[in-house]
């Protein structure tokens, strides 16, 4: 029944490390979303995809690749982990006539 | 730099007391979102406001939008433990083709029984 669901919610990891968070919405939303949340909460929006297609990239290091195989799917890869990736993920969906945001719950990233 | 601003970042009440939560940005925004965020979960949408100076009512919630589509204020009568989370203004920003949405650094809020 979950409407945007990601896997895994924790991922406990080393320095260097290669990882993937997965993503799908049951929602039939054609835009989907991840953003970054830090330790002090701030949550900022990292990419966007509408119809799998790139449509905001902001600024984020190349060694996060985000990958869209179909609309109700957007799973991020992260290379070469550092500890400043430490963080919660969070993926979102919505209508592109929308701003509502639908949000998963988090994956909480922890790299050692 | 934070293009949305929100204060307080902290606030502790007791159960019963009427609380005030603002949002403030430079930038103008299409639309006006608050979120509320509890431990361990994504936000969740509490309403959109789009309207310059609209005010909308949710139970004991009230949200205004203010004239110059720039700022918003959320606030929360006879608050109860309930209430307790984490919340997020949002704003729209219109892009050329999409609406890129970004958020505040939210306010924690605690209700004290």
């Known amino acids: 029944d979950t409407a945007v669901s990601q896997t895994p919610k924790y991922l406990v990891t080393q320095m260097g490390n290669d990882k993937s968070i997965k993503c799908e919405q049951n929602?039939?939303?054609?835009?989907m979303y991840w953003y970054k949340q830090d330790s002090k909460k701030f949550l900022k929006i990292m990419f966007s995809?509408?119809?799998?297609?790139?449509?905001i990239n902001e600024t984020v290091p190349n060694r996060f690749s985000p990958k869209s195989p179909d609309k109700a799917h957007l799973n991020l890869h992260i290379n070469s982990l550092e500890l400043g990736d430490s963080a919660v993920y969070f993926c979102?969906?919505?209508?592109?006539?929308?701003?509502?945001?639908?949000f998963g719950n988090g994956t909480r990233l922890t790299v050692t | 730099t934070q293009l949305l601003e929100q204060s307080p970042q902290f606030l502790s009440i007791q159960e019963g007391e009427n609380l005030t939560v603002y949002c403030n940005s430079s930038?103008?925004?299409?639309?006006l979102q608050w979120y509320r965020q509890e431990p361990g979960e994504g936000p969740v949408l509490l309403v959109t406001?789009?309207?310059?100076?609209e005010v909308k009512k949710l139970k004991r919630l009230t949200f205004q939008f203010g004239d110059a589509r720039k700022d918003s204020s959320l606030h929360i009568t006879a608050a109860q433990p309930g209430d307790t989370g984490l919340y997020l203004c949002?704003?729209?920003?219109?892009?050329?083709?999409?609406?890129?949405?970004?958020f505040g650094p939210g306010t924690s809020l605690s209700v004290i029984p």
């Open positions: 406001v789009v309207t310059g100076g």
């Open positions: 929602l039939g939303h054609d835009t």
């Open positions: 930038s103008v925004f299409s639309s």
């Open positions: 949002a704003g729209a920003l219109v892009k050329t083709s999409y609406d890129k949405v970004i």
């Open positions: 995809y509408n119809n799998k297609e790139l449509i």
């Open positions: 979102a969906s919505s209508q592109a006539s929308s701003t509502t945001l639908h």
